[in-house]
C-alpha cells in the first residue's frame, strides 16, 4: 500500500465510520507516519498527545508535530507551538513555541495567530494586540476578548472604551461569558446613546467576524474555545489546513 493508503485505513479505524473500527490504527498511521506522509504525521502526534488508542507520549507528539510541522503542514505548527505553550508532560517553552507558531500565524490561520498573542503578551503588548485581533477578526471569541480588554486597558494599543466595548459584546455574542463584568463596567463609563450605536456596529460587524462564517468547517469541538484551544479531532482535521 502507498503512504496514502496507509493513512485513510488508519482514519477510518480511528474514526469508527466503517467496518474497519477494530483494525489497529496506531498501526497503519505510525507507517503512513514514517513513510513521510504530513497527515499521518500529524494525527499520530495528536495520538500520543492526547493518549488516543494508545499511551500518552508528550515526546513522541514533539517528534512527530515536528515532521508534520516541517512538511509544511500548518495545523501541526499550532498543535507543537501550543505543546510548548502548556508543557503537557513536557517543559514549556515559550521561544520554541513562538518559533513553531510563526509559520502558520503568518499564513493567517487564526489558532497560530490567537497562540503567538497569548505566547509573546508577557514580553510585548503591541505584538500581542496585533495578533489577538488579527485572531478576533476571524471569529475566535477568546481572541476578541484579549483584543476587547487591550483596547480598554490601552495595552499594546490606543485606549478605546468604544471599540473596547464591541469586540467584548461579539464575544459575549458569541458565547464567552466571562466578559459579562467587562461590558457591564464599560457600560456604566459610556452614554446610553453611545451603547446602543456600537450595539448596532456589533451586529454590523458579526456577519464578518463570527466563527461559522469564516471556519469553513473547522469548529465545532469541546476545548475549541478555550483560553488555550485544544487541537481539532480527527474528523474535522482536514477542514483545518
Known sequence: MTPDEFYKHGLIALTGVSSESGVDAAGFLRTAAERGHTEAQFLFGYMNEYGLRIAANPSEAEHWYRKAADGGDRLAGWALGRLYLTGNGMPRDFRKAIEALRAPAEAGDPFAEYLTGFAVEDRDYAVASEWYRKAAEQGLPQAQQKYGEYLYSGHGTALDKKKAYVWL????????????????????????????????????????????????????????????????PPEIQRYCR
Not at 461569558?177 to 458579526?206: F, H, I, Q, Y
Open 169 to 232: 459584546l461579539l464575544s459575549y455574542r458569541a458565547g464567552n461569558r466571562s466578559v459579562e463584568n467587562d461590558l457591564r463596567a464599560l457600560k456604566g463609563e459610556l452614554p446610553a446613546t453611545v451603547v446602543e450605536e456600537l450595539k448596532t456596529k456589533a451586529r454590523d460587524m458579526a456577519e464578518t467576524v463570527r466563527r461559522d462564517a469564516n471556519a469553513k468547517r473547522c469548529t465545532g469541538w469541546d476545548g475549541e474555545f478555550s483560553v488555550v484551544p485544544t487541537s481539532p
